[in-house]
């Protein structure tokens, strides 16, 4: 039997360490284990199992603090995808719309009544005593001089598919925050709300059959962050979740008007644990959000080819693009820039007046190019970048 060495995020004992119940040997593997030794339902929540070898068993037990970050990466506990904030391919500063706005992968921004004025952007946490090591943030920002007082939302959905295991059961809903200092919500308040919803695949800030509070709490903010958790029984009439956070700014904006938000955490548990992002590595997180939206882009690469096709007419190229992974659904939306229609045998560009999608799977697209002439039906020609260090191409299978 190989030897194996369990790591749950926790330090991992040595053999010198006390064994639980006092015992002062190491029980060697063999047809049972005395429980008089081992009484592994007696161990207080949040403690682990640290370690086992294929020649004895430690039983030892070690309990993290709250707010401890130690190496603790605990694949499928936390339900927010992009909770930490390192995947922005949209961009890593994304001005609000009327409507509701994509801006870091899988959070969504809204202000009441259509309302603008609102930019969200990636910062950098720069503290490693207040909170974990978590390289980067949101913040969440009432632009400079904008006068506007409607509510800011922003909000991560859940799918009904990643709702279900949160169904009748405890969550604790945590996160860090902090407040700019010129922050104007009334007594620095943030509101933080877990909501679940009866309907399907849907967008809180859009539309949510059935919505109802899980969580509805106030955080209290100051310029330094803090840690904020509460716990809650999810009902068993859920069938989506989310996380979302909103305040209500007053007056005229300043250059600081703004909080920060980042370890965004919700897991099946009566209390607090360690900071965890939903995947196991950055790869698997990226790869989560995929499912969402894909943008391709040129990585600063002005010559950057896109797809190779063949003209159907003289003002039409169709594209094939296999994506990099399987989208939540049918990509129903494509949004680009800086993308031309590229002759291979002549070195000319041609404009694209449209791209759609003509067919898609959510594993394939078949894009359309229409241009208003000159093409030469049945000739290839590339979906190129038109030496555009900004051009991209992106899908969406958005709630």
């Not at 015992?23 to 207080?44: F, P, Q, R, W």
């Not at 909770?83 to 001005?95: D, E, K, L, P, Y």
């Not at 959070?107 to 009441?112: G, N, S």
Request: include cysteine; hydrophobic fraction near 35%.
């Amino acid at each position: 039997m190989a030897t194996t060495t369990p790591n749950f995020g926790w330090s991992v004992p040595t053999s010198s360490d006390l064994v639980k119940n006092g015992a002062t040997a190491i029980e060697t593997l063999g047809d049972s284990i005395d429980a008089s030794l081992v009484d592994l339902k007696g161990g207080t929540t949040g403690q682990v199992l640290a370690k086992a070898t294929n020649t004895d068993m430690d039983f030892t037990w070690t309990t993290p603090s709250a707010g401890s970050s130690g190496s603790s990466n605990v694949a499928g506990k936390n339900g927010v995808i992009n909770s930490n904030f390192s995947i922005w391919q949209r961009g890593t500063s994304v001005a609000q719309t009327g409507s509701a706005t994509y801006t870091a992968d899988r959070w969504c921004a809204l202000r009441a009544g259509g309302t603008t004025g609102t930019t969200i952007s990636r910062q950098v946490t720069n503290d490693t005593t207040n909170l974990p090591f978590i390289q980067y943030a949101a913040r969440v920002q009432r632009d400079l001089a904008n006068t506007g007082t409607s509510k800011i939302f922003f909000a991560n959905n859940f799918e009904t598919v990643n709702t279900i295991p949160f169904v009748g059961k405890t969550v604790t809903f945590s996160f860090y925050a902090r407040k700019g200092a010129n922050y104007t919500s009334a007594s620095d308040a943030l509101e933080a709300k877990v909501i679940y919803g009866t309907g399907t695949d849907q967008n809180n800030l859009v539309a949510y059959t059935g919505e109802a509070d899980v969580i509805n709490q106030t955080a209290t903010l100051t310029t330094t962050w803090q840690r904020f958790s509460y716990s809650a029984t999810v009902s068993t009439s859920a069938t989506e979740l989310a996380v979302r956070f909103a305040y209500t700014p007053v007056g005229t904006a300043l250059a600081n008007d703004y909080f920060e938000v980042t370890g965004v955490q919700l897991e099946i548990a009566a209390s607090v644990s360690a900071y965890s992002p939903n995947a196991a590595t950055f790869q698997e997180e990226l790869a989560a959000c995929q499912r969402y939206y894909i943008r391709n882009t040129t990585g600063g690469n002005g010559g950057a080819q896109f797809s190779q096709g063949n003209s159907a007419s003289t003002t039409l190229v169709l594209y094939p693009i296999p994506l990099p992974v399987t989208m939540r659904i049918n990509p129903n939306s494509i949004d680009y820039n800086g993308t031309t229609v590229y002759d291979i045998g002549t070195g000319a560009s041609t404009a694209i007046s449209a791209l759609t999608i003509n067919q898609a799977t959510p594993q394939f697209v078949l894009l359309l190019a229409t241009v208003a002439s000159g093409l030469t039906q049945y000739r290839p020609y590339n979906l190129y970048a038109n030496t555009s260090a900004a051009a991209y191409i992106g899908l969406s299978a958005e709630l």
